[in-house]
């Protein structure tokens, strides 16, 4: 341990199950496990503490890593979040077989040490609470997609009700999760006024422009090609010496890229600049698929813009 509090880039990997974190430091080749409960915790942050991290990074987990990201960042840790498929990547390409939770540290050690990602704040305690609400209110429209399909499908009148039931009560709590939304939002001026901001560009309605709000909190801050990475929207093209294959989007945050093709069809009705935009790819022969992955691309750098520059949306003159 001596030997790695010496190491002035250092790196930490952290994998992340359900109840066990294993831990591999880089290039010192230290590996150990602790639990993932507030004791195990306690015993990681005094094992890294003392050391000289360059990162500590752990793979997106689906919310296994929360306790673990917020609990190492309040004590200053420089902790970050890097995406699985990319470190799976990382790993094929290092050749690598063997599958267990302590390689699986490692490669997500060397693969911070290789990539060296940018360590960013973490989102504020607000903002998580805001895309926690968000996030709920896709299950509850989840929900309510899901029994109205049931009822397409069935004939009998008492599951006829039944559904009829669930769906109202459902509504109701859809309603009432919107009017905390509102609250929320409304309540903050910065909030309210980046709101109305993304709000101003036709096509863009409450629910993306608070749901990049929540969980694009780096809006405005990163320019168009960092941003587009982050909401899964910037395109890969596989490439091996003179041939090259078809671009392709991967990654990023589901959740932003999802909003961000609504609105892409929004605009692409409502939106002068983008419905033009748009035209000209069709016509430029590009299938509707791509014109549609473009649109929402140039949908978020106008976002982005207009939230770096605290500047509504104004259409081009001609």
Excluded at 31 to 50: C, N
Excluded at 159 to 171: E, Q
Excluded at 185 to 197: A, H, Q, T
Excluded at 261 to 290: C, E, S, T, W, Y
């Amino acid at each position: 341990m001596d030997a790695t509090a010496q190491e002035p880039n250092a790196y930490a990997g952290i994998d992340v199950s359900k109840d066990r974190l294993d831990v591999h430091i880089h290039p010192a080749g230290e590996a150990f496990s602790v639990s993932r409960d507030a004791a195990g915790l306690e015993a990681l942050i005094e094992k890294l503490k003392p050391l000289a991290l360059k990162a500590v990074a752990m793979e997106a987990t689906g919310g296994f890593e929360s306790a673990v990201v917020a609990s190492l960042a309040a004590v200053g840790l420089p902790v970050i979040v890097v995406n699985p498929l990319q470190v799976r990547k990382f790993d094929e390409a290092l050749g690598k077989h063997a599958k267990t939770d302590t390689v699986d540290a490692l490669v997500i050690a060397r693969f911070a040490e290789a990539t060296k990602p940018e360590i960013r704040p973490l989102p504020s305690a607000e903002t998580l609470a805001l895309a926690d609400l968000m996030a709920r209110r896709r299950q509850i429209i989840q929900m309510i997609t899901a029994e109205r399909q049931r009822a397409m499908r069935i004939t009998n009148a008492s599951l006829h009700k039944s559904i009829a039931r669930v769906l109202n009560a459902l509504t109701h709590e859809l309603a009432s999760l919107d009017d905390d939304i509102d609250t929320t939002v409304r309540g903050s001026p910065i909030w309210r006024e980046n709101e109305d901001l993304l709000s101003s560009v036709p096509g863009v309605g409450k629910v993306i422009a608070r749901t990049l709000l929540a969980e694009l909190p780096e809006l405005g801050t990163l320019d168009r090609r960092q941003i587009a990475v982050l909401a899964g929207l910037a395109p890969h093209t596989r490439q091996s010496g003179k041939w090259r294959g078809k671009s392709f989007i991967s990654g990023g945050r589901t959740s932003c890229r999802t909003v961000l093709f609504m609105g892409a069809l929004a605009a692409a009705k409502h939106n002068p600049d983008l419905k033009a935009f748009r035209q000209r790819l069709i016509d430029a022969g590009k299938p509707k698929m791509v014109a549609a992955i473009a649109v929402a691309r140039k949908l978020l750098t106008i976002l982005n813009a207009i939230i770096r520059d605290k500047a509504p949306w104004m259409q081009k003159t001609t």
